[in-house]
């Protein structure tokens, strides 16, 4: 039988020598062959024995090209490698000295460049150049977020003599109102982190710069600002919790903010909270009365407590993060405790319930807050909170395919239509398993199950849109496409299911939404908030423009380049935390990053830390990479083969 199997084996080397007998049997080290020998016994594993024939390719006692290697010249092997066990007969035969070490080498050589050992798999290899197809452009990106942000300036200088707040324009009339917002702060600091141009962060200072200067009334609360009748209304609804966000934003780039944030966070502290109850209100006058005494956790409320989260991170001041945690502590406090649900919407100065329902997006909101605080604190209440509301979404708002869209506090569902927020809950449910894969497991599971239902097999989707709402059967609820829905979310649940499957669909469906959601939603001067998804046009809920539009945008920079399935890419760097893609919390949050720095001129891009040894594959090709500052040339076209452990690359991008 040993002979029989040997002549097959010997059969296919004809024609392939090319080391002399003498020289093969006085280079191989004796290591390899026991290494054989052992694996035919199977004392070692497969990688184990597939490390010594790369020493033997490396070496060019076997002389094999093209084959991927690290900077130092190692044959990159997959940990998972898997040999024909067939081959252990041979291997077997050679460490008893039954074959020569030249008819074992050329066997070697043979069956590795026949594809029958693979270093690396084949069907990586097909998904790696698949996925290339899939990704957006870093141009297409940039140019979408400048249509937006230019489309706001060419609006503002139409009507008015100078070009900082944006008045608000409904694109269906071309008319507009007496409000103005200063929508193009935070999108200069979005078009800033995907380009690098520093002309787009003074955009931003001179905002801010203006905001200190004119806006800021004796109490700390920023005006709102009415163009046409340049008028100050002091009893008017006022808050300073969405414009700290933008502004803390602003500081956590360029320091000079930070004082800017400490005068708006203080004043949050000081008149929108009410001290006894440690709830939020809604809103307060210019003075810094409560006019709206409410506190909705979907909205308004996660926008407060993020906007404080992001004022401790900017400042340091732990005057913020302990707010934080006596507001968390309170609003859990008013939970069902048979269900651990919490409502999302309760009076502020009494903590009784306005509206006894959760959303299924505002259960992941809030989610959100909570993992931001624990990323900063690793405290181990809101720990256990997390671990508690995630088993009561799990438990309650679960009905076999996806999540119920509304169910109130204890456990009662509201209403079970799609809602196209899900991915505010799918993306936050992946982000707790990360902390305890074992503990949340069935969170991971439900998570995807739901995206896959809801996105990936279209059940919520028309044109190519995402539709506001469905009933189970896909029958509509409520038509609109809404650019705050899906489209600001779902980018990144679609790149993680992509690492965590290798299944290109899950990019190539991003691809198609974004293209559908930027034609179809733009105009003249940018992108309107909503459309009709099913007949595209205008409709009532969405003809404003949307002035935010250029970070709901930007923030799909994540899908101009992927990992493959060990890689971890740190986008974002919290705490002791480092989490693989941008961090977004509340409502309208197009979310932010720290740990990649882009370079639209020079087409470089800089991660702090991508770890273990795989690939990231880019939509544009490669020109040339450093790794921890050396040059590296470990590429091949548009994919970038990463090191074993943690490193920072810098990949530059041919024009």
């Known amino acids: 039988m040993k002979l029989i199997l040997f002549f097959v084996f010997a059969f296919f080397l004809v024609g392939v020598l090319t080391i002399p007998t003498s020289l093969a049997q006085d280079a191989v080290p004796s290591w390899i062959k026991n290494n ?40 990159i092997i997959e940990k998972d490698i898997v040999i024909p066990s067939w081959i252990k007969n041979n291997a077997g035969w050679w460490a008893e000295n ?25 069907v990586d290899y097909e998904k790696s150049k698949n996925i290339e197809k899939h990704l957006l452009d870093w141009d297409t990106i940039v140019n979408d977020s400048k249509y937006a942000n230019d489309g706001s300036i060419r609006l503002q200088s139409k009507f008015f003599d100078y070009v900082n707040y944006t008045v608000e324009y409904n694109a269906s009339t071309g008319s507009f109102s007496d409000d103005s917002q200063p929508t193009l702060l935070e999108s200069g600091v979005w078009l800033y982190q995907i380009t690098g141009h520093e002309q787009f962060l003074a955009n931003s200072r001179n905002i801010a710069n203006l905001i200190e200067e004119s806006y800021l009334y004796s109490s700390g609360i920023v005006m709102n600002v009415h163009p046409l009748t340049n008028t100050v209304k002091i009893e008017e609804e006022h808050t300073n919790q969405i414009i700290l966000c933008d502004i803390a934003k602003l500081a956590l780039v360029d320091s000079n903010y930070v004082q800017l944030t400490k005068t708006l966070a203080d004043a949050v502290i000081e008149h929108e909270i009410n001290h006894e109850t440690e709830l939020f209100y809604d809103s307060v006058t210019l003075e810094g009365e409560p006019l709206d005494r409410s506190m909705y956790m979907s909205y308004g409320g996660s926008v407060g407590l993020e906007s404080l989260l992001l004022a ?13 945690k006596r507001t968390i502590l309170a609003y859990w406090e008013l939970r069902d405790k048979e269900t651990n649900l919490i409502p999302s919407w309760v009076y502020t100065d009494t903590g009784e319930i306005k509206e006894p329902f959760m959303q299924q997006y505002g259960a992941g909101i809030f989610l959100k807050v909570l993992l931001h605080y624990y990323y900063l604190t690793e405290d181990a209440d809101v720990y256990k909170i997390i671990e508690d509301y995630t088993d009561a979404i799990v438990n309650y708002f679960w009905d076999g395919k996806t999540w119920n869209y509304r169910v109130d506090y204890d456990g009662i569902v509201r209403s079970d239509v799609i809602e196209a927020n899900y991915g505010k809950l799918d993306d936050a449910l992946f982000l707790v398993y990360d902390l305890n894969p074992a503990r949340f497991q069935k969170a991971y599971d439900l998570a995807k199950s739901d995206y896959d239902f809801s996105f990936q097999d279209k059940i919520t989707m028309t044109n190519g849109l995402a539709i506001h709402a469905v ?36 990019i190539e469906s991003m691809k198609n939404f974004y293209e559908k959601v930027i034609s179809h939603h733009k105009r003249e001067y940018g992108y309107i908030w909503g459309i009709d998804a099913y007949t595209l046009e205008d409709t009532p809920l969405g003809v404003t423009l949307n002035q935010r539009a250029i970070g709901m945008i930007g ?24 989490i693989t893609e941008p961090f977004i919390v509340h409502f309208n949050d197009p979310g932010r990053f720290n740990a990649i720095s882009f370079d639209y ?15 990231v594959t880019f939509s544009g090709a490669i ?25 920072s690359y810098k990949v530059t991008l041919m024009d």
């Open 98 to 122: 039954s074959i020569s070490d030249s008819d074992f080498l050329y066997g070697i050589k043979f069956l590795v460049e026949n594809n029958i050992i693979q270093f690396q798999s084949d």
């Open 601 to 615: 001129n020079e087409k470089s891009i800089f991660f702090e830390t991508i770890e273990n040894e795989g690939t």
């Open 471 to 506: 009933k189970d059967d896909g029958s509509p609820a409520s038509r609109e496409s809404m650019m705050t829905y899906a489209f600001i979310i779902n980018q990144n649940p679609a790149v993680r299911l992509y690492q965590d499957t290798m299944e290109p669909e899950y």
């Open 623 to 647: 020109k040339s990479v450093l790794v921890d500052g050396k040059n590296f040339s470990n590429f091949n076209e548009k994919t970038l083969n990463t090191l074993e452990g943690k490193h």
């Open 312 to 324: 401790y991170e900017a400042t340091s001041d732990t005057t913020y993060l302990d707010q934080v």
């Open 555 to 578: 923030n799909k920079i994540n899908l101009t380049f992927v990992p493959s399935d060990n890689v971890k890419i740190v986008w974002t760097k919290i705490g002791n935390f480092e």
């Open 36 to 75: 054989a020998g052992w694996w035919a016994e199977d004392k070692i594993d497969d990688f184990t024995f597939a490390q010594g024939i790369g020493f033997l390719i490396k070496n060019k006692i076997i002389q094999i090209s093209n084959l991927p290697t690290t900077p130092d010249g190692e044959i």
